[in-house]
């Protein structure tokens, strides 16, 4: 069974950066369209932004706009998502997702079918 494993997570100054990685067994991510999604505590999970095939990026969240992107390694069969500037409110957990087509299928979690177990993200003095 393909999974798909984040990691990087952990706690930063406001105005700091972090890189998750979104890792797969089983399968080869260059193929696939990438979704990066994040839920703070109370909210609903929402789509961040999605890289496809080509590594096009499609930024869902306004909020991220300038400060998040997302690359590819594909020696490393790995996706990043690099956050920059971080704020305290984007303090959350960060899933990968994915699914298992070359286009980014939109924002919304229902598009998606195969999701990491996500990373905390804490932005915080």
């Known amino acids: 069974q393909v999974q798909l494993v984040e990691s990087g997570g952990g706690l930063v100054q406001p105005g700091g950066s972090l890189r998750l990685s979104c890792a797969a067994s089983?399968?080869?991510?260059?193929?696939?369209?990438i979704g990066w999604f994040r839920q703070a505590p109370g909210k609903e999970r929402e789509g961040v932004l999605c890289?496809?095939?080509?590594?096009?990026?499609?930024v869902y969240t306004d909020s991220v706009k300038g400060r998040f992107t997302s690359s590819r390694d594909n020696a490393k069969n790995t996706v990043y998502l690099q956050m920059n500037s971080l704020k305290p409110e984007d303090t959350a957990v960060y899933y990968c997702?994915?699914?298992?087509?070359?286009?980014?299928?939109?924002?919304?979690?229902?598009?998606?079918?195969?999701w990491g177990q996500g990373t905390q993200v804490t932005v915080s003095s």
């Open positions: 089983g399968a080869r991510l260059n193929y696939y369209a």
């Open positions: 997702a994915t699914r298992w087509v070359s286009a980014c299928p939109g924002p919304k979690t229902g598009f998606y079918d195969t």
């Open positions: 890289i496809n095939s080509r590594d096009d990026t499609t």
